[in-house]
């Protein structure tokens, strides 16, 4: 019934296993990759035929976590997988981006990747699992697919390179001070297509010589994937890529001279506007089969590309006039807003960001639930990207995947050089308003999320600043790197690398290649102009500001932190709640305490921060012997007073301790409910607290200290 094609390798401490051919048989390719314990399911569907009229590609990836994988029901009120999670956007993204330019150019098929995770052992980290699937399963599905790729994840522990670290060492990387890298990477036999990465302060060479150790690693993955086409492979499809080369000859004729003279305008809306009456010109001159070419678009695109590509590649200026180092001019303020706890406005060139932090507390954490258990985050950060950024009119929605993966690369970079939640116990909230964009308004969220922590008073270790990188590779091996690209660069060019870091080295690294044929050299000259680009904008930073504020908003809370034994938490927080409820209520501060013993206190009243504190503490302190105390008289009788000096804790003054005189009773000298000082003098026998009164000043708390009588002199 089934003809089931097995194939199996041993990778790093693992076994990888690709199997086809008794699931999803309807399916044009499907693969079960498994590695150790973790399996997840790809399947590859295509249409047969192109939408008429139809202008781009259609590939949709949709990767998927069932939380039955790691043996988990779902949390919430429906018990249902519901929208896609972080997680499941940023995975998506991973096996779209590298594979993406790999289909032929020209195929305008629909293509639907669905890859779903089936079982998750907890140690291997089922993203890669699924890019592997995905890539094997286009390979077997006769799509027109120039694959296959492999992927893998590399790890940085002790100078030494980790392949497939376990995800427990890569969950919140910023506690594990020993492991200091987080990379993804994917490519074919030949070239790297896409790298992802988490860093802390890895130098350029290190983080070269990881995507060298991941791309090595990947080859027997794409040897397997190959092995496993040869048994299971389905004929390819019969699609052979247009020709539109007499087209593109008409379109070239009918509007070069004014496409040149459109890219030759600096501003970007001038530009655009320029380019579109470019356009029409040269629809103006096409005859009605040419304007009902399917190709037409295509035809226009190459003629833009060239003209772009072709004035850099022979040394001329890009389209802005600068050379291919040059970074745009560069504007960065701070304290922009009078509300908020910390902002900044960075401008570079046509790309702005407005960028604020909010600091809050523990309860603003949020709790992520993921397939390898739940877990809360102090740092988060939210990019948005609305229409009127490049000057357009569009819909306003929730979230796309573009703007989650970009929100993403953001915190990566910056949450290297957070402060330990220790040291510095606030929830830090960063929401990146890309106000103008013309080319990386990531990276400029990365630099003006900088500028706005440290506003907002967050002792950061170091600034970071991130610059986006590109590459025209020409036919004929001619190539060049250009530093802050353009939206037009990047669109008609052949390569996104954006780096982001400190000036000690980089948190943060995305690659996404569109050619293949990416060597060493190109990609250590782009590593080594990001860094000289990254100088220089930390620099311009530090012209607004070069480290975290000392003092805090007005209206940013204060959180006072302490630590408490655990074998008193029940104390603090007593039956019910109800002595907690009672600190919070007196002090008007909002209390948290976890089960490590670590008590958060927060307001933006000092005093009321105190007063918890001194609340808590005098439940969970032991009193000190030969320490003075304000305490309250709570009962008398004939051989002394009882008084509440700590917290619930009672002792006795006895009454010859009471005054420097003799008294026949305490009530000579005290009543009930008066407030007194009175010094711990220590403990009897049984363990009775035994209190003093006559040795401190009752009027400033302060110990009376015996004067000496002067010596004599002989004589």
Not at 259 to 280: C, T
Request: net charge negative.
């Amino acid at each position: 019934m089934f003809n089931v094609t097995k194939k199996s390798i041993q990778w790093g401490e693992e076994t990888l296993t690709l199997e086809t051919g008794k699931v999803a048989r309807q399916a044009d390719g499907s693969v079960i990759a498994t590695l150790g314990e973790t399996s997840v399911m790809a399947n590859v569907t295509f249409a047969k035929e192109a939408k008429p009229g139809q202008d781009f590609f259609p590939l949709t990836v949709h990767y998927q976590e069932k939380y039955y994988a790691a043996g988990k029901i779902p949390g919430g009120f429906f018990k249902r997988e519901a929208r896609p999670s972080e997680k499941e956007t940023l995975t998506s993204r991973l096996i779209d981006r590298p594979c993406r330019p790999l289909f032929v150019p020209g195929f305008k098929h629909e293509v639907l990747v669905m890859a779903t995770v089936l079982s998750c052992d907890l140690v291997n980290d089922p993203d890669v699992v699924a890019m592997i699937a995905a890539s094997a399963a286009l390979t077997i599905s006769g799509v027109p697919f120039m694959g296959p790729i492999g992927a893998a994840r590399v790890g940085f522990v002790n100078g030494e390179y980790v392949l497939n670290p376990a995800m427990d060492d890569m969950t919140k990387l910023r506690d594990n001070p020993e492991q200091r890298l987080d990379l993804v990477i994917a490519g074919t036999k030949d070239a790297v297509m896409m790298v992802e990465s988490e860093a802390y302060e890895l130098t350029e060479e290190e983080m070269l010589g990881a995507v060298k150790f991941g791309h090595d690693a990947m080859q027997p993955v794409i040897d397997l994937i190959i092995s496993l086409a040869e048994d299971a492979a389905k004929e390819p499809f019969d699609f052979t890529p247009p020709d539109y080369s007499d087209l593109y000859a008409k379109v070239k004729e009918a509007g070069e001279a004014e496409m040149r003279a459109a890219f030759a305008i600096k501003d970007k809306q001038e530009r655009s506007n320029a380019i579109s009456a470019a356009v029409d010109t040269i629809k103006s001159k096409l005859s009605e089969d040419d304007l009902a070419d399917i190709n037409l678009g295509s035809a226009i695109k190459k003629l833009e590309s060239g003209i772009l590509r072709g004035d850099i590649i022979n040394g001329g200026a890009r389209i802005d006039g600068r050379d291919t180092k040059t970074v745009r001019p560069i504007v960065a303020e701070v304290g922009m807003l009078p509300r908020t706890h910390g902002s900044a406005l960075f401008t570079r060139g046509e790309t702005q960001g407005l960028v604020v932090t909010t600091l809050g507390t523990g309860d603003d954490e949020q709790i992520i639930d993921a397939l390898n258990g739940n877990y809360r985050s102090n740092f988060l950060l939210h990019y948005n990207f609305p229409p009127y950024s490049v000057g357009e009119v569009g819909r306003v929605g929730s979230p796309g995947r573009r703007e989650i993966g970009h929100g993403k690369l953001a915190w990566r970079a910056l949450q290297a050089v957070l402060p330990a939640a220790t040291d510095f116990p606030y929830t830090i909230r960063v929401v990146s308003e890309i106000t103008e964009s013309n080319g990386s308004s990531s990276m400029a969220s990365v630099c003006g999320g900088s500028l706005s922590m440290m506003d907002a008073g967050v002792p950061l270790k170091a600034p970071v600043a991130g610059v986006a990188m590109g590459l025209i590779l020409e036919d004929d091996g001619k190539w060049a790197v250009l530093t802050d690209i353009l939206g037009d660069e990047d669109h008609l060019g052949d390569m996104d690398f954006k780096v982001a870091g400190t000036e000690a080295g980089i948190t943060s690294l995305q690659m996404d290649i569109k050619v293949a044929g990416i060597t060493p050299a190109i990609m250590e000259q782009a590593l080594a102009q990001a860094k000289d680009g990254r100088m220089h904008i930390l620099g311009e930073m530090s012209k607004a500001l070069s480290a975290g504020r000392q003092e805090f908003s007005a209206h940013a809370p204060r959180i006072e932190t302490m630590q408490i034994p655990t074998d008193k938490i029940r104390e603090v927080i007593g039956s019910g709640g109800k002595v907690i409820r009672e600190i919070v209520e007196v002090s008007g501060a909002k209390v948290d305490i976890n089960d490590d013993g670590i008590i958060k206190i927060a307001s933006a009243n000092a005093e009321a921060i105190k007063k918890a504190y001194d609340m808590i503490y005098s439940i969970v302190a032991e009193p000190e012997e030969g320490k003075i105390y304000r305490g309250k008289v709570v009962k008398l009788v004939d051989f002394g007073a009882f008084v509440n000096f700590f917290g619930k804790r009672d002792g006795l003054v006895h009454v010859s301790q009471i005054a420097g005189k003799r008294l026949n009773h305490p009530n000579e000298a005290l009543k009930e409910g008066q407030e007194v000082w009175v010094k711990l003098l220590g403990f009897d026998d049984r363990g009775k607290v035994r209190l003093g009164m006559k040795m401190v000043d009752q009027e400033t708390g302060e110990e009376i200290v015996a004067e000496k009588k002067e010596e004599q002199p002989e004589g």
